[in-house]
């Protein structure tokens, strides 16, 4: 739907659709909100970091197996 017909989706799903969609914006849109907390610039900059991913522990993948064929009849 065109940006500016939006206002005329009354969908109940379109309740739960972001209105902010980059997250540029809404890192911008949280650090006007909290400027006065303070505390709140570390907060937000670990919120929207994109550094690599810090995973704890990872599954081991599981073991290959070769399964029968079968033509089915």
């Known amino acids: 739907m065109q940006s500016h017909h939006a206002h005329l989706d009354f969908h109940p799903s379109a309740a739960n659709e972001p ?38 522990y990872a599954f081991a993948p599981k073991k290959h197996i070769n399964l029968p064929f079968s033509l089915g009849w």
């Open 19 to 56: 209105k902010v969609h980059s997250d540029a914006h809404v890192k911008a849109i949280a650090t006007a909100a909290m400027k006065d907390i303070p505390g709140a610039a570390e907060l937000i900059n670990s919120h929207f970091e994109k550094g690599p991913w810090k995973i704890p």
